[in-house]
């Protein structure tokens, strides 16, 4: 079978991933105060805020890897969450750019918008490829947790299992080992699961 153009960008994205070395971080979050309809959107919208202001303080977790043209480690001032997208025979992880600024509320919004746009073939180039962090959440396919993998040169990626019946939910966050290493990961991870639990939004 000959690979489509879409099969083909995730092959080399993956193959990519597999030269990264990469350590996963796993958390059970309480998302009882996520699922309150004062929340303003779903619990993958308020994890995404939360990750998003998070990240505000954690610059190293929204960073970059690159190798040219020598090894450096980019913390990038704008925090542009991907939120990962199933299209046809593939993948894409288009950004809520900005999302640090954004209520959860427009969070949903712009998460649809793209998320019709990816499936419709429209995004820009600018939000096919600004992310700085990623988002992938197969709660909603019944997967009760999983292992993403890091997307270069991004410096990490969270996994979003599904809510059982007490309302937790496992997430999981996999981390360019040369970008920051495991206590740093594991303070944003534990801050994360706070502002989740706490409903800071």
């Given at each position: ?15 990519a991933s597999a030269a990264v070395p990469q350590f996963t971080l796993e ?42 043209p020598r090894d450096a480690i980019t913390e990038h001032a704008d925090v ?6 199933a299209v046809d025979d593939g993948i894409v992880a288009p950004a809520i ?105």
């Amino acid at each position: 079978m000959t690979l489509t153009p879409m099969r083909r960008a995730v092959a080399a994205a993956m193959t990519a991933s597999a030269a990264v070395p990469q350590f996963t971080l796993e958390a059970c979050v309480d998302a009882r105060a996520a699922r309150t309809p004062t929340a303003g959107g779903s619990v993958e919208d308020v994890v995404v805020a939360a990750a998003a202001h998070t990240l505000r303080d954690h610059p190293r977790l929204n960073a970059s890897f690159t190798t040219s043209p020598r090894d450096a480690i980019t913390e990038h001032a704008d925090v542009n969450v991907g939120v990962a997208v199933a299209v046809d025979d593939g993948i894409v992880a288009p950004a809520i750019r900005h999302a640090d600024r954004l209520t959860v509320g427009e969070i949903r919004a712009e998460r649809r918008r793209l998320t019709a746009a990816a499936r419709e073939g429209t995004l820009r180039p600018a939000e096919l490829y600004s992310a700085t962090f990623t988002v992938s959440n197969l709660g909603g396919h019944g997967i009760s947790r999983f292992r993403a993998l890091v997307i270069p040169p991004q410096a990490a990626i969270l996994a979003v299992g599904a809510l059982d019946a007490e309302q937790r939910m496992w997430v999981s966050l996999s981390v360019d080992h040369r970008v920051t290493d495991g206590v740093p990961a594991a303070r944003f991870l534990t801050d994360l699961v706070h502002r989740i639990e706490t409903g800071f939004v």
